[in-house]
C-alpha cells in the first residue's frame, strides 16, 4: 500500500522559529521513515490566512492535506501532532479524521501530542517524566525558572499544573508553570518567586515554537511583558528564548510516538484494514 506521515501543526509566522523547530522534525521524519511521503499542515487557520496574506506562503489545513492523499491513493495514513497538549487542536484532528476520512483509508492512524498519559503501570508510557527528563539539561539549575505555556478554556489546560507537580516530585523546587491564557497564572508564579526569596529568574517558553507569546508576550519590552513586569518587580530577568520544539531529545519524543502508532502502540484511535475502529 502506499503509505504517508502528516505532520501536523499547530503553525508558526515566524520563519526563524520554524526552521529551527518544524522543519527540522519534518526533515529528521523523512529520514527516519523511508518509504513513507513526508506531508506537513497547520491546524490554525488564523496563521493560515496571515501566512498567505502577508508571505504570499500557502499550507495546507488537515482536511487539504488527507484530501490530496486520499486523491493520490495512499491507502495507509499516520498523523502525528506536535501540539504539547490533547486539547482544541488536538479535537479539530479527531473531528476531521473521523467525520470526514475515516472511511478514505484502509489504515488511519493518530498519533498523541507530547503530554498524553502519566501512569504508573508498566505497560504504558510516562509522558511527563519522559519530557521533563528530555528538558532536563536545558532547564537551568541555578536560578528560578518560569516556563510560559501558552493555557486554554479546555479541559487539558490541567495538563500544566499536572507537569509543575511532576517537576517538584523530580525536585526541580524552583521551576514554576504559568500560561498565558489559562491557569496558572503569572501572579501565583510571583507569589511563589516571592515567598521562596528568589532574586534572579529565568524565563522559558513551555511551547513547541517561540512564536508571537515567548518574543513579545514573554521576552518584548511592552509594559505588560512578563520580562518587563518581573524586572519593574525588582528580579533580575534573563530569557531563553526558543521553543522546546528546538530541543533534539524533545524530537525524539514526536519520532517515538509515531513509531508507536505505526507499530501499533498506545493509538489514540485507527481504523485497521477490515475498517474496524481500534482503540489502544
Not at 529520514?31 to 490554525?44: L, P, Q
Not at 512578563?226 to 521553543?243: A, R, T
Request: glycine share 6%; proline share 4%; net charge negative.
Amino acid at each position: 500500500m502506499k503509505k504517508a506521515i502528516l505532520i501536523v501543526s499547530f503553525g508558526t509566522t515566524h520563519e526563524d522559529t520554524r526552521k529551527a523547530t518544524i522543519d527540522v522534525i519534518e526533515s529528521r521524519i523523512k529520514k527516519e521513515f523511508e518509504g513513507y511521503e513526508v506531508k506537513m499542515c497547520y491546524t490554525s487557520h488564523i496563521i493560515l490566512k496571515r501566512l498567505k496574506e502577508n508571505y504570499g506562503i500557502y499550507v495546507d489545513t488537515p482536511e487539504e492535506a488527507l484530501n490530496k492523499l486520499a486523491d493520490e491513493g495512499y491507502e495507509e495514513v499516520y498523523l502525528q501532532p506536535l501540539h504539547l497538549i490533547p486539547g482544541e487542536e488536538f479535537d479539530y484532528i479527531k473531528k476531521v479524521t473521523f467525520h470526514q476520512f475515516l472511511n478514505k483509508f484502509k489504515v488511519i492512524k493518530i498519533g498523541r501530542p507530547l503530554l498524553y498519559f502519566k501512569s504508573e503501570e508498566e505497560d504504558i508510557p510516562d509522558d511527563y517524566t519522559i519530557l521533563l527528563e528530555a528538558m532536563n539539561n536545558y532547564i537551568p539549575k541555578d536560578r528560578a525558572v518560569v516556563l510560559m505555556g501558552h493555557g486554554s478554556a479546555h479541559p487539558s489546560n490541567s495538563v500544566y499544573s499536572c507537569f509543575e507537580s511532576v517537576l517538584v516530585d523530580e525536585g526541580y523546587d524552583k521551576v514554576y508553570m504559568a500560561t498565558v491564557e489559562g491557569y496558572p497564572t503569572l501572579d501565583r508564579a510571583i507569589k511563589f518567586l516571592n515567598k521562596n526569596n528568589h532574586k534572579k529568574v529565568t524565563l522559558m517558553p513551555f511551547m513547541f515554537v517561540a512564536g508571537d507569546h515567548a518574543k513579545h508576550d514573554m521576552a518584548g519590552d511592552e509594559e505588560d511583558s512578563w520580562k518587563v513586569i518581573l524586572s519593574e518587580l525588582g528580579f533580575d530577568v534573563d530569557i531563553i528564548l526558543k521553543g522546546i520544539g528546538e530541543f533534539p531529545e524533545v524530537q525524539d519524543i514526536y519520532i517515538e510516538h509515531l513509531h508507536d502508532i505505526i507499530e501499533g502502540k498506545y493509538c489514540h484511535v485507527g481504523k485497521t484494514k477490515k475498517g474496524m475502529k481500534k482503540r489502544k
